[in-house]
Nanobody, 118 residues
Framework: QVQLVESGGGLVQAGGSLRLSCAASGSTFSMNIMGWYRQAPGKQRELVADISSGGSTKYADSVKGRFTISRDNAKNTVYLGMNSLKPEDTAVYYC????????????WGQGTQVTVSS
C-alpha cells in the first residue's frame, strides 16, 4: 500500500503562484511514476504533469511553460510549482502514483483545492 498526502492548495489571484507538495509513504519503491491530475467541477479528471524516478516529465499542453513538476526521491515527495495561474486552473488537484508510464494510476491522494480568482 502507498499513501499520498497533498498540501499547498489555496486561493490565489490570477497571475499568482502556488506550490503543491505530495508526500508518499508505504511501499513506494515500485511507484516509478508520480504525478498530478486535476478535476474541475463538471469535468473529467485530467493529467497535469507526470515525472519518473529518473526525472523524465510529461505536461498537459495547457500548463506547459507555467507549471513545473519535480521530485525528491530521498524524501518520496513530488512537487508542482504553478506560476501565472489562470481562473481555468481552478480545480481539485490530486497526487497520483503508478509503476509504469503505460499502466493506470495505482494510488491517489485525497486532493487539494486550488482556486484562482479573476
Amino acid at each position: 500500500q502507498v499513501q499520498l498526502v497533498e498540501s499547498g492548495g489555496g486561493l490565489v489571484q490570477a497571475g499568482g503562484s502556488l506550490r503543491l507538495s505530495c508526500a508518499a509513504s508505504g511501499s513506494t519503491f515500485s511507484m516509478n511514476i508520480m504525478g498530478w491530475y486535476r478535476q474541475a467541477p463538471g469535468k473529467q479528471r485530467e493529467l497535469v504533469a507526470d515525472i519518473s524516478s529518473g526525472g523524465s516529465t510529461k505536461y498537459a499542453d495547457s500548463v506547459k511553460g507555467r507549471f513545473t513538476i519535480s521530485r525528491d526521491n530521498a524524501k518520496n515527495t513530488v512537487y508542482l510549482g504553478m506560476n501565472s495561474l489562470k481562473p481555468e486552473d481552478t480545480a481539485v488537484y490530486y497526487c497520483s502514483a503508478r509503476s509504469s508510464w503505460f499502466l493506470p494510476t495505482d494510488y491517489w491522494g485525497q486532493g487539494t483545492q486550488v482556486t484562482v480568482s479573476s
